[in-house]
C-alpha cells in the first residue's frame, strides 16, 4: 500500500502533522508513506520519521520560470508536467490532503491515487473533501461547529479514530547534543514582522531577567542564516552582569538540540515552537499578529500562550498592520512576560499576579481533554465556562461527523466522557444545565434527523435490543444500513465505558 | 523578475487558455495544471492568502 501525505504550506504546517503521520504509519504499518511539502522545506527531513519518501514541489524555481523575464509560461508548464507525471507513477493507494489552499486542491486533482481525501477538485468543477475533519480547515470561525480545534487535532481526526496524542519528532542524523544549562532560550522573530518581538520588548526583557531573575544564567537567541543581522538590533546596547546573551544561528535539527538542552523556551509563532512542542522543555509562547492561537498554538501539556486584550487581535493574517507600532505588541508587558517564564521554569502552578493582572495580557495554559483534545484554558480557573461550552460543540462537532461519515469511533468516545463527568457530579451547577440542555437538543435534532431519513441516526432512548440494555437508558448509536462489526465494538467499549458510571438511569431520567 | 504588468497578462493570458480548453475540450487535464500556475502567479501579485506562500527556511 502507498499512502501520499500532502502539505504545501510551511515549516510549521507540515510539523503540525507530525502526529497525524505518525497514526497514518500506526495505523497503516505496511504502508509506504510518502510526503509531498514545499521545496523550501526540506531541512525538514533531518527531522521527521516515519516518512519512506519525500517528494517536493518546486515553487520556488515554478515561480521563477513564471516570473522570468522574455520567458514563456509554457516553460513552468512543462515542468509542472513533467513531475505530476512521476508522481503518477506511484500508483498511490490513498492521497491526504492537509492543505487548504487552491493551489495544493489542483495539484490533487492530478495526482493519480485510488482515494482521496482533503481538498481536491473533482472534475474540476466540485470542491470535495471526503472528509468531514478536514473541510473544517477551510471554513470561517462562524461556520465551524467549534471553530476552535487545533489543526494538529483535526489532521489526527482525519487520519485515524481513536484517542488522540502528540507524535514523536527526532532528529536522525544529528548527533549534536548539547550540555544541558540554566539557559532561556529564545525564538523572536518569524516569517512574519507581525509576530516578531520589538527591539523594547526584548530590551526591557532582558533587564528583568538581569536584574530579578535567578533561574537563568544564559540567555540565546536562535534564528535563520538571513535573520541574525534583526537580531543583533535587536540586543544591541545590552549589557548584563548576570546573564550572558548570546546569538546562535542554526539548522532546525541544531534549534532542537539548543531547546532541548535549555530550561525554557520563549517563542513566537513560528516553526521552532512547534519543535519545541516535540521536546520536555516548557513553552511560553507569545501569539502576536495574525498568530491564530486556537489552531495553531504550541501543542504542548502546560505550555503558556501569552497574547494581547486588544480589539484587533489576531489581525488577518495576510494585511500588513497599518499602524506605526503594534498594539497588541505594545501592550506586552515584559514585567508579566518576566513573572510568567519565572513561575513556568519553576515548575510552579501559574498564578495571576498584580502585574499579569494589570498589563492588559492574557495568559492561557494549554491544556488536552479526557478525549485528548486540545484545549487553552485561562490561568487560574480549573475549567472556564467558555471551555466547558466548547467542550460541548467539539462532542456536538463529533456527532455532527459521524452522521456524515461511515466510521463511529472518537465522536462516541467524547460524548461519553462529557456524560462520565455528568454522571460523576464533576461538573458545576451551570455546567450541568448546559449539558442537560446540550443533550436535550441533540436528542430533538437527531429525531428530526431520524424522520426525515427514514432511519436511526443516533438516539437516546432506553433501547432493549442495545448490547448496553444492562446500564438502563444509555446513548444508543445505531444506524440501519451500518450494523457492522466495527459498530459493535464501539458499543461495546462504550458499555464498559459507561458501566463506570454510578447512578446513570437517575442522572438520565432527569434529562428527559 | 516579471514586472507587476506583465505577471498580471500572463494570468490573464492562462485564465482565457483555460477557458478555452474547457469550451472545445471540457475540464481537462490541462486546465488543472493552468488553475495551479494561475495560483502561483495570484501569490507572486500577493492578492492571495499570504499562508499559500512559503518562507525562507534555515
Redesign the interface.
Known amino acids: 500500500m502507498k499512502i501520499l501525505a500532502v502539505q504545501l504550506l510551511r515549516l510549521g504546517d507540515v510539523l503540525m502533522c507530525v502526529p497525524a503521520l505518525k497514526r497514518l504509519k500506526e495505523q497503516y504499518p505496511e504502508a509506504e508513506i510518502h510526503l509531498l511539502m514545499n521545496d523550501s522545506c526540506r531541512k525538514l527531513e533531518e527531522l521527521l520519521e516515519g516518512v519512506d519518501e519525500y517528494l517536493y514541489f518546486e515553487r520556488s524555481s515554478l515561480q521563477s520560470a513564471i516570473g522570468a523575464a522574455g520567458q514563456s509560461v509554457l516553460l513552468a508548464h512543462d515542468m509542472l508536467a513533467a513531475r505530476v507525471r512521476d508522481w503518477g507513477r506511484e500508483d498511490y493507494d490513498l492521497l491526504i490532503n492537509f492543505t487548504q489552499n487552491r493551489l495544493s486542491a489542483h495539484l490533487c486533482s492530478l495526482i493519480e491515487a485510488k482515494r482521496k481525501v482533503g481538498m481536491h477538485y473533482s472534475q474540476g468543477l466540485a470542491l470535495r473533501f471526503n472528509n468531514f475533519w478536514l473541510s473544517q480547515l477551510n471554513r470561517d470561525e462562524s461556520e465551524l461547529a467549534d471553530g476552535r480545534l487545533h489543526y494538529t487535532d483535526l489532521f489526527q481526526l482525519a487520519t485515524s479514530t481513536g484517542r488522540l496524542g502528540t507524535g514523536q519528532l527526532r532528529a536522525r542524523n544529528v548527533g549534536t547534543s548539547k550540555e544541558a544549562c540554566s539557559r532561556l532560550v529564545i525564538q523572536a522573530l518569524s516569517s512574519d514582522t507581525k509576530k516578531d518581538m520589538s527591539a523594547s520588548f526584548v530590551q526591557n526583557l532582558l533587564l528583568k531577567l538581569n536584574r530579578d531573575g535567578a533561574n537563568f544564567t544564559e540567555v540565546m537567541f536562535i534564528g535563520a542564516p538571513d535573520e541574525e543581522e534583526r537580531l543583533r538590533k535587536l540586543i544591541e546596547g545590552f549589557d548584563g552582569q548576570n546573564i550572558t546573551v548570546r546569538i546562535e544561528i542554526c539548522s532546525l535539527a541544531e534549534a532542537k538540540a539548543w531547546i532541548e538542552s535549555s530550561a525554557l523556551m520563549l517563542s513566537v509563532d513560528t516553526s521552532t515552537k512547534h519543535i519545541a512542542a516535540f521536546t520536555e522543555t516548557p513553552v511560553v509562547e507569545l501569539a502576536l499578529g495574525g498568530s491564530d492561537r486556537y489552531r495553531t498554538g504550541v501543542y504542548q501539556e502546560g505550555a503558556v500562550i501569552i497574547s494581547s486584550q486588544v480589539d484587533c487581535f489576531p489581525c488577518s493574517h495576510s494585511q500588513d498592520c497599518p499602524l506605526e507600532q503594534r498594539l497588541c505588541e505594545t501592550e506586552l508587558d515584559a514585567q508579566a512576560v518576566f513573572e510568567v517564564i519565572e513561575q513556568r521554569v519553576q515548575g510552579h502552578e501559574l498564578k495571576q499576579s498584580e502585574a499579569i493582572d494589570s498589563s492588559g495580557i492574557r495568559v492561557e495554559v494549554v491544556g488536552y481533554d479526557g478525549f485528548g483534545f486540545w484545549y487553552l484554558n485561562p490561568v487560574n480557573k480549573a475549567r472556564s465556562e467558555e471551555l466547558f461550552r466548547l467542550q460541548i460543540a467539539r462532542a456536538n462537532c463529533h456527532i455532527e461527523a459521524q452522521a456524515g461519515n461511515s466510521r463511529f469511533g472518537p465522536q462516541i468516545g467524547h460524548l461519553s466522557f462529557l456524560m462520565k463527568e455528568f454522571c460523576e457530579g464533576q461538573l458545576e451547577d451551570s455546567q450541568k444545565r448546559q449539558f442537560r440542555d446540550y443533550l436535550g437538543s441533540m436528542i430533538q435534532q437527531q429525531r428530526r434527523r431520524q424522520e426525515e431519513l427514514g432511519r436511526d441516526l443516533l438516539a437516546i432512548d432506553n433501547h432493549s435490543q442495545s448490547p448496553l440494555a444492562n446500564v438502563g437508558p444509555v446513548v444508543h448509536i445505531t444506524s440501519q444500513r451500518r450494523q457492522s462489526f466495527a459498530v459493535r465494538g464501539q458499543l461495546e467499549k462504550l458499555n464498559m465505558e459507561l458501566k463506570l458510571v454510578e447512578n446513570l438511569d437517575q442522572h438520565l431520567m432527569e434529562i428527559s | ?2 514586472s507587476k504588468q ?2 498580471e497578462q ?1 494570468l490573464k ?2 485564465d482565457e487558455s483555460a477557458r478555452k480548453i ?1 469550451q472545445t475540450r471540457g ?1 481537462t ?1 490541462e ?7 494561475e ?3 495570484k ?2 501579485l500577493r492578492n ?5 506562500t ?5
Open positions: 523578475m516579471k506583465e505577471l500572463s493570458k492562462l474547457i475540464y487535464r486546465v488543472e495544471k493552468i488553475k495551479i500556475l495560483e502561483m502567479i501569490e507572486q492571495e492568502d499570504s499562508r499559500s512559503a518562507s525562507s527556511s534555515r
